[in-house]
């Protein structure tokens, strides 16, 4: 499936996305989830957020990817607010 990969039993959802706007992509984990179903929920949530011309910036994304994973039930993704 698209953007989601199996890693020990556990679905990986990553997609490319950019620290600038200017910058090259680079594959940015969004979570890891137990079940497809979770997977594929955010893998949607993070598709809509693409803009017209199909770039996702990290910073802007990776805050509303937690408030999803909040609202799933998730701790924040690791690293992400320093980024």
Known sequence: MKNIKILNGKYQVAFPMKKVSH???RNT?????PSIREAIEIRDFVDSLKTKNKKLIKKD???L???K???MGYPPI???QSN
């Open 23 to 25: 910058e090259a992509s």
């Open 78 to 80: 690791r690293n992400s």
């Open 65 to 67: 990817v937690n408030e």
């Open 69 to 71: 994973r909040k609202e």
């Open 29 to 33: 984990s969004v979570g890891v989830y």
């Open 61 to 63: 994304i990776l805050k």
